[in-house]
């Protein structure tokens, strides 16, 4: 019922769109939203199918976030032509970026099926862990090392061009490396829950035992120095520290963490040029509104024209944005649909997150709690970095908006990354089987006997 219900919301958002862009519904407008669903629909079997007790939230929240970002990238192309050519301009043109979009759904959902079908218990995982971890290594540092011609876009080095397709591998490798950390923290949690010293009521883990935060540090830190990218550092670094947390229990982790990375960041800023940019843009993006700050200015008037209801679907100028396609996309929303409907939309991510967590907290191995919550923290984190971002909370990073950016890299990771969580929380829903307990019953659930004298027992 509920995908049902986002498959109507599909089509009415399409609808009230073309109305809003076009001033009328044009006979294509079913198109999209048509092809999403049946996608969205056959996920939706395979998952009946394959992980028959997963939680039925999930996939209806992720379904809606995509399906949205396409129509609204549709929306886009028909800003970039003028007003009486929009109601003609083809649903397939070749030079839309919802038609891409489209197939990177596609290939995302593929992805999606397959990986629930091909793994049937997800700590299976656990024994390609060194493998992974060594994957997402090479996949975060591979960018750094390439040449600026084909991995440097907009003074990031995050991506991988081949000809006409390009690709960012770090969303990949935050898949892999959540997997090994999950695999690692399993193995040394009681190693890394002792502690040395109580200071202020707080334990404090022992010096040898520092190693694992200080080489994530060191390695998030050579992210921000060779890929000058803020957001994948801190993220890299946050989901790290978060998973230590949950593994130890322990606060200390956390403090250590905070520490050692706002001190990393300080010392960056030193030294790169990209970041004091950054910074100083975040500080105060109207004093060259025109220039440097022009696209974190923009944002915000998006967000102030839309107020709290927004100028409604197709109303609105988002296409002034620039790189509204991609990272400014929330900003386009809020322009068109207000306070009330992104705040709506970030409720459908924070469902995601509650529930993955409860995940995390019903499933009954400890590789499987750290790995969903790990998942879960990461999409919160990235939606935290990328929304924070454009409305000024924190420095302008070069993050996607999952579910709703176009391009294939991160649609793909992220919905790696749900069809993972699924099949954890088929495991966690699923009734332990029927055999037999070894434990001794409870007194109070045994039988009363009466034992007379000279009875046998």
């Not at 025109?290 to 102030?304: A, E, M, T």
């Not at 529930?355 to 019903?362: C, P, Q």
């Amino acid at each position: 019922m509920l995908l049902l219900a986002v498959i109507g919301i599909l089509f009415a958002f399409s609808a009230a769109t073309e109305a809003g862009a076009i001033q009328k519904i044009t006979g294509d407008f079913w198109v999209l939203p048509a092809m999403i669903s049946a996608v969205l629909l056959l996920a939706h079997i395979v998952v009946r199918f394959v992980a028959p007790y997963a939680d039925p939230a999930i996939l209806p929240c992720v379904a809606l976030l995509n399906g949205l970002g396409v129509v609204f990238i549709r929306r886009l192309d028909l800003g970039e032509v003028k007003l009486r050519q929009r109601a003609n301009l083809p649903v397939f043109s070749s030079d839309g970026q919802a038609v891409k979009q489209v197939i990177w759904t596609l290939v995302a959902v593929g992805l999606f099926t397959g990986l629930l079908i091909l793994v049937r218990d997800h700590k299976s995982i656990s024994r390609y862990a060194y493998t992974l971890g060594l994957a997402g290594l090479v996949l975060v540092a591979l960018p750094a090392v390439l040449p600026a011609s084909v991995s440097e876009v907009n003074g990031a080095k995050l991506w991988i061009k081949l000809g006409p397709l390009s690709f960012q591998p770090g969303e990949f490798a935050k898949v892999a490396l959540l997997a090994f950390f999950a695999y690692y923290l399993v193995r040394k949690r009681e190693v890394l829950s002792l502690a040395s010293r109580r200071i202020m009521g707080i334990d404090f883990p022992r010096g040898r035992d520092l190693g694992p935060v200080l080489t994530v540090w060191l390695f998030s830190m050579l992210v921000l120095v060779f890929e000058q990218d803020l957001g994948t550092a801190l993220m890299y670094f946050g989901m790290f520290v978060v998973m230590l947390y949950v593994a130890t229990e322990r606060v200390s982790w956390i403090l250590i963490g905070l520490g050692t990375f706002i001190g990393g960041a300080v010392l960056a800023h030193t030294f790169i040029s990209r970041l004091q940019l950054r910074v100083e843009i975040w500080l105060d993006p109207f004093s060259d509104a025109r220039g440097k700050g022009y696209q974190l200015v923009q944002s915000l008037l998006g967000f102030g024209t839309g107020g709290l209801f927004g100028t409604g679907p197709g109303g609105g100028q988002p296409g002034i944005i620039p790189e509204a396609h991609n990272d400014f996309i929330t900003a386009g929303f809020g322009e068109e649909i207000g306070l009330f409907g992104v705040t709506a939309m970030l409720c459908l991510y924070l469902t995601i997150v509650i529930r993955g967590l409860r995940t995390a907290v019903g499933v009954r191995d400890s590789f499987g709690k750290l790995l969903a919550g790990g998942l879960s923290f990461t999409l919160g984190l990235q939606v935290f970095v990328i929304v924070g971002g454009v409305t000024k909370l924190i420095p302008l990073t070069g993050q996607t908006t999952p579910f709703l950016s176009a391009g294939g890299s991160s649609l793909m990771a992220n919905w790696i990354l749900i069809a993972l969580l699924i099949r954890i929380s088929d495991a966690a829903r699923r009734p332990e089987t029927g055999q037999p307990s070894k434990q001794p019953a409870m007194l109070h659930d045994a039988h009363t006997e009466i034992i007379r004298p000279g009875s046998k027992p």
